[in-house]
Structure formats: structure tokens, C-alpha cells
């Protein structure tokens, strides 16, 4: 076992031995997502799994690690059941050391897969995950590292955030959330030389989250025309999980309330529509579904979405200078939607080599 393992303790060992197990069954994963609602701080999900199981079929899957002496198995199983039905996840699993039938047996009439203390024993003498990948410990470690990542724009704070995001929706309105902390990492790996480094893993990490999310909203646009599609992504882009007309909805009642309630309302509320409009205008949203609704790039997104996972968590850094021609693409329509020159970003990631 390496000293990499060594230094985390029962719980994040297990839970990255479990992360390890699930790559290696072809799941995208991330580990420790946190579930908020409404504000609120409510439990972190230990391990969130995505698949794409055919062109118009998606699973999202929870994990609930427990490796502890007295694992309360049976509470478990309905703490992950409440947990999946308040995300609207796919399915739900236990990993328990608890190792009787019953326990498999209760969780098999709930609907929830219970990987038991049999299994956990096999895996816990798998090869250490952590000789490759750097845990969720190391790589917010990496963070840290930077003194000033908490007054420079919260660094450790926009990845939990964009965390937490996979558990609330994989929607247009995430996505449009990952894109404004996806451009802050992209502009902070230019900006900061010392730092480029862990910039662009947390780049990496956001981006695999846009494109598991963009994965995850074509299942609904599979059998559009490329046109239609690329109008429906861009829509989506352009004003959020609503759309134009959700959009208009909400700024008519708003602004109705103003022209009622307000001194000079029509003029105001005349000003803040053209506001608006403009605004919206100035999205070059086109980019994105130009792109996105192209066959060949809708089928690598999920694989895309690993890689660019990978690039995040590899022990040795290894830039996106050597990716697949899918990620660098993807990376590339980015970096144009977020209006960053493609030199300036790749001269300053030579200047890092």
C-alpha cells in the first residue's frame, strides 16, 4: 500500500477505492458532492456516478460508503433511498462492511444495491487508486497550497460550488453556472504563472462537468435535426432551463410589478427590457450550439467528460496539449464562447512547460 493511501484515513481510502472500482466499470465519477437545499448544507453524497447507457438513456447513481465498525447498514439503505429520491437519481447503492444476507436482501426490496463487507475486503487489496490519481484530499490540498486562493475569487469555494451543482440539476442553468466559473479558471491559469498549474485542473474538472451535463440534455434532442438542435442548445445557453419564452414569462410579471408599483414605471421597465435584450444579444451563444448539436461531438461527450476528469486528478499533470482531438475541441469552443484568445492561452501553458 503507498504512502499516498496510507495518509488518508478508513473512510476517503474506501470511498477512493470504490471511485477506482466504478472507473474502471466505465462510470464517470466525482466524489463528494455536496446536496444543499435551499440554502441549506444537508449531507455530501460520497460517490455520484454517471452512464450513458444508449444514445436516449441516462443513469445517475449514488453511492453511500460506510467503512466503519458498526455500520448501520439498514439505516443506511433508507438515508441513500431518501438521498436519491430528493436528487432524482437513477439509482442508489450501499457499500457497508456489514456482511449478512439480510442486509443485501432489504436493500434488494428497496431497490438499493448493497455492495457488502465481502466486496470491500476484495477491493481494499486492489491496487491503490492514489498511485496514478491524486485523492479528493490532495487535490484540494493543491488549492491550499496558493495562500491567496480564498481572497482570489475563493478557489476551493467554486469547485465545492460546482460540485454541488451535479446533485441539484443537470440542466441548462448548471451549465450556464459552470461556464462563468469554467472562464474565471481559464483566465486565472494566464494570469497566474505560479499557479497555472492547479488552474487548469480546476479548469479540467469544470469543463468535465459541462460536458456531462450537455451528455445528459441531448438525450432529449437525440432525434432533432442538427439545425433544430443547435437552435435548442443555443436557446438553452442563451436564457437557462426555461427558455426564451419561460424567460419572457418571468420578466413580464416583474416588470409589470415595476410599471404598477414604481414612479415613471413604463419608462423603467422599457429601459430594463432593452437592457436585457441587449445583454442576452451580446451572448455569442451560437458558438455553443453550432458545436454541441454536431453528431460526432453529442456521441464523445461522455468520454470527453472522463478525460477531462482524468486531466484533473492525474498524479503527473499532463496538459491537454497531448488530449484526445474531442477534448482539445471541446476546450477550444470554450475558450471562443469566452472570448479567450487560443495563443494567449496556449502560449502561456508553454511558458508553464
Known sequence: ???????????????????????????????????????????????????????????????????KKTPQAIERIFWVQGLRIATKATNAIVATTEKRQEVKDFGRDLGVLVLDGSFLGKLAHADDPNATRLSDEEFFARINEYSLSKLDGDWRGRIVLSKSLLAKSLSFDSCNEWLGQGRFFAEQSITKGTQRETALRCLYLVCSFIAIAVDYCMKELSFHEQSERSALIKDGFTYGSRGSSGLKKVLNVAMGLVEEHANDGPAISRQVRTSVEKQLAQLNTSILGDF???????????????????????????????????????????????????????EALEAKS
Open 1 to 67: 500500500m503507498s504512502k499516498s493511501q496510507q495518509a488518508l484515513s478508513k473512510g476517503p481510502k474506501m470511498e477512493e477505492l470504490l471511485r477506482s472500482y466504478f472507473l474502471k466499470a466505465g462510470y464517470y465519477v466525482v466524489r463528494g458532492v455536496p446536496f444543499v437545499y435551499e440554502g441549506f448544507d444537508v449531507t455530501d453524497i460520497d460517490l455520484w456516478l454517471y452512464s450513458r447507457t444508449s444514445s436516449v438513456s441516462r443513469e445517475v447513481a449514488l453511492v453511500d460508503a460506510k467503512n
Open 292 to 346: 454541441f448539436s454536431k453528431n460526432d461531438v453529442a456521441r464523445t461527450l461522455f468520454t470527453v467528460a472522463k478525460e477531462f476528469e482524468q486531466l484533473a486528478m492525474a498524479r503527473e499533470f499532463a496538459s491537454h496539449g497531448a488530449a484526445s482531438i474531442e477534448l482539445r475541441s471541446t476546450l477550444f469552443c470554450l475558450l471562443d464562447y469566452w472570448g479567450i484568445d487560443r495563443v494567449m492561452f496556449s
